[in-house]
């Protein structure tokens, strides 16, 4: 079993930058790729970035040269670097593990952006 541990979220003014965090702690698999998603009220939960074990990475183009993707294997961890934030950036904010089949999300933090 797999658990994904995310903090890191918060207000900030637009401009401003977050950095969250995602552990994951259980049985996992050493090839997997590791992810933030998002969801706004009304709106279908959307990709922001993600990062392959091997450190390939997928970025939205609305929040490319704005956000970075990173991860520390050894620890199982996500970081998401996010400067330059905008009031559109505001969304739910959820951690996801893929390996093979498997598919685990986080409980989600939420980062609002005011303007």
């Known amino acids: 079993q797999v658990q994904l541990v995310e903090s890191g979220g918060g207000l900030v003014q637009a401009g401003g930058s977050l950095r969250l965090s995602c552990a994951a702690s259980?049985?996992?698999?050493?090839?997997?790729?590791m992810g933030w998603y998002r969801q706004a009220p009304g709106i279908q939960r959307e990709l922001v970035a993600s990062i392959t074990s091997g450190g390939s990475t997928n970025y939205a183009d609305s929040v490319k040269g704005r956000f970075t993707i990173s991860r520390d294997n050894a620890e199982n961890t996500v970081y998401l670097q996010m400067n330059s934030l905008k009031p559109e950036d505001t969304a739910v904010y959820y951690c996801?593990?893929?390996?093979?089949?498997?598919?685990?999300w986080g409980q989600g933090t939420q980062v609002t952006v005011s303007s």
């Open positions: 996801n593990l893929v390996s093979g089949f498997y598919r685990k």
């Open positions: 259980g049985s996992i698999r050493s090839i997997n790729t």
